[in-house]
Antibody, heavy 114, light 110 residues
Framework: EVQLVESGGGLVQPGGSLRLSCAASGFTLSSYWMHWVRQAPGQGLVWVSRISSDRDGSNTIYADSVKGRFTISRDNAKNTLYLQMSSLRAEDTAVYYC?????WGQGTLVTVSS | QSALTQPASVSGSPGQSITISCTGTSSDVGRYNYVSWCQQHPGKAPKLIIYDVSKRPSGVSNRFSGSKSGNTASLTISGLQADDEADYYCISHTSSGTSVFGGGTQVAVL
C-alpha cells in the first residue's frame, strides 16, 4: 500500500526553524516528483516547493514566498522527503502536506507564534 | 503566478453529473498535460483523484473523470453521491517549473 506520513510539525517562535519529514512506503520516492503544499487555517491549498525525480535531475524549486528560507531535500536510503524551514514567520502557519502522483500525506501542523 | 480559476461552488442532485472547470493560461494548463485534481473533505487531508489530466489512481472510482481543452481543464463527477460533497482543487505544472493551485470548488449534493 502506498503511504506518505509527515512529521516534524509543532509550535515555533517567529524567526525559528523546523524540519518536516515525509516518510514514503509502498513506492520509491526518488522515482517521483515530490511536492510540499500548505494550507493555512480556513484557506485553500498553496504550492510550496518541488524536487524532481532522480531521473530528471533532482532539481528543486520554490514558491516566491519561501524562497531563500525553505529547502527541500530527499534521502533515498530512508525513502524520505524533507522540508527544512528557517526564518519562520506567522504567515507560514499552516498544515503542510507532501504529495505526488501517488497520493497525499495526512499533513503536519506548523504554528509560528510567540 | 496567479491561481487557476475555479467556480466557488457547484451543486447537483444525487445521481446527476456535475463538471468543475479549472481555467489557466497557455503557460500552465494549456501548455502541459500535468493537471491533477484532489478532493478534500472537511478537516481531512486531500485525496488525489486525477493526475496527468485524465488518469485515475488505483482505487479511485471511475465516476471521476478528467479532461482538458485549451487552457481549461475539467473534472466530471457522474452518478453524484452524498460522499462526493467536498472541496475540489485543480493543480497544474507551470512554464516556470512551479505548480499552481486553483482556488477550490465546494461541491454540494442537494
Amino acid at each position: 500500500e502506498v503511504q506518505l506520513v509527515e512529521s516534524g510539525g509543532g509550535l515555533v517562535q517567529p524567526g525559528g526553524s523546523l524540519r518536516l519529514s515525509c516518510a514514503a512506503s509502498g513506492f520509491t520516492l526518488s522515482s517521483y516528483w515530490m511536492h510540499w503544499v500548505r494550507q493555512a487555517p480556513g484557506q485553500g491549498l498553496v504550492w510550496v516547493s518541488r524536487i524532481s525525480s532522480d531521473r530528471d535531475g533532482s532539481n528543486t524549486i520554490y514558491a516566491d514566498s519561501v524562497k531563500g528560507r525553505f529547502t527541500i531535500s530527499r534521502d533515498n536510503a530512508k525513502n524520505t522527503l524533507y522540508l527544512q524551514m528557517s526564518s519562520l514567520r506567522a504567515e507560514d502557519t499552516a498544515v503542510y502536506y507532501c504529495e505526488s502522483d501517488v497520493g497525499w500525506g495526512q499533513g503536519t501542523l506548523v504554528t509560528v507564534s510567540s | 503566478q496567479s491561481a487557476l480559476t475555479q467556480p466557488a461552488s457547484v451543486s447537483g442532485s444525487p445521481g446527476q453529473s456535475i463538471t468543475i472547470s479549472c481555467t489557466g493560461t497557455s503557460s500552465d494548463v494549456g501548455r502541459y498535460n500535468y493537471v491533477s485534481w484532489c478532493q478534500q473533505h472537511p478537516g481531512k487531508a486531500p485525496k488525489l483523484i486525477i493526475y496527468d489530466v485524465s488518469k485515475r489512481p488505483s482505487g479511485v472510482s471511475n465516476r471521476f473523470s478528467g479532461s482538458k481543452s485549451g487552457n481549461t481543464a475539467s473534472l466530471t463527477i457522474s452518478g453524484l453521491q452524498a460522499d462526493d460533497e467536498a472541496d475540489y482543487y485543480c493543480i497544474s505544472h507551470t512554464s516556470s517549473g512551479t505548480s499552481v493551485f486553483g482556488g477550490g470548488t465546494q461541491v454540494a449534493v442537494l
